[in-house]
């Protein structure tokens, strides 16, 4: 069983839908939720990043972690097609700058006008 | 500031040969990480350096070896090289600082990658 797990789609939705993507993982001792944005032959780029439980907002985005049901979600409102890109969800022990991240296969979207 | 660069962008090796990376981290960040991204999958971690030594290594075998440099760019060198080993190559720098339980994250940047190739 792989660390964490992500439906890797494709998820194909039209401009302005609410989009939900989740992973889960068996490691109760993961401490930050990170998600992140990989553009096609680009590198991941961090859209945020969650400390233990709870939900973060950022603009159109908002994380959630569930650390009981070991499950994380990233809803992205009113989404657009620049929005298409595939969405890693990623997470560690602690701090990133000293810490190996454990990926999910990701989540290929595709906002269609 | 130019962030994480890497070259080549992408080479073709044949199996059996051997291949270098090599990797500029962000401006004033000091932890280079490796990772290996398949075709279609998430990035797996290869190992991390931090002062010059490998701070930590993820499930990859010897032939994959790797360097840092007194100016924090790092190379990472893979022996032997095997069809498996195509992939997409990724570079991430950090800044180490002890913030374990305060809630604060580190960021590691990505560049923008080195696709291998292996005939």
């Known amino acids: 069983q792989k660390e964490v797990e992500q439906d890797p789609g494709p998820l194909s939705v039209p401009e302005g839908a609410i989009v939900s993507l989740n992973c889960t993982y068996s490691?109760?001792?993961?401490?930050?939720f990170m998600w992140y944005r990989q553009y096609s032959r680009k590198g991941p780029e961090l859209l945020m990043y969650?400390?233990?439980?709870g939900n973060k907002e950022d603009g159109r985005f908002t994380a959630q972690v569930d650390k009981s049901s070991k499950y994380i979600s990233l809803f992205i409102r009113d989404s657009q097609p620049s929005d298409s890109a595939t969405y890693l969800c990623?997470?560690?022990?602690?701090?990133?700058?000293?810490?190996?991240?454990?990926f999910g296969a990701g989540t290929r979207l595709a906002v269609h006008p | 500031d130019a962030g994480v660069t890497q070259s080549p962008t992408h080479l073709i090796k044949t199996r059996g040969q051997q291949v270098t990376l090599r990797c500029s981290p962000k401006?004033?960040?000091?932890?280079v990480s490796w990772y290996q991204q398949a075709l279609g999958q998430g990035p797996q971690f290869i190992f991390q350096?931090?002062?010059?030594?490998?701070?930590q290594r993820g499930n990859f075998p010897d032939r994959f070896s790797g360097h840092q440099f007194p100016n924090y760019s790092s190379e990472l060198n893979v022996n032997a090289l095997l069809l498996g080993d195509s992939a997409l190559y990724l570079c991430?720098?950090?800044?180490?600082?002890?913030?374990?339980?305060?809630?604060?994250?580190?960021?590691?940047?990505f560049g923008p990658g080195t696709r291998l190739t292996v005939l």
């Open positions: 991430a720098s950090s800044l180490t600082q002890i913030t374990a339980g305060t809630g604060v994250y580190n960021e590691q940047f």
């Open positions: 490691n109760s001792a993961f401490q930050y």
């Open positions: 969650t400390y233990s439980s």
């Open positions: 990623a997470m560690s022990l602690f701090s990133g700058g000293y810490n190996k991240l454990i």
């Open positions: 401006s004033g960040h000091d932890t």
């Open positions: 350096y931090y002062e010059e030594e490998e701070r």
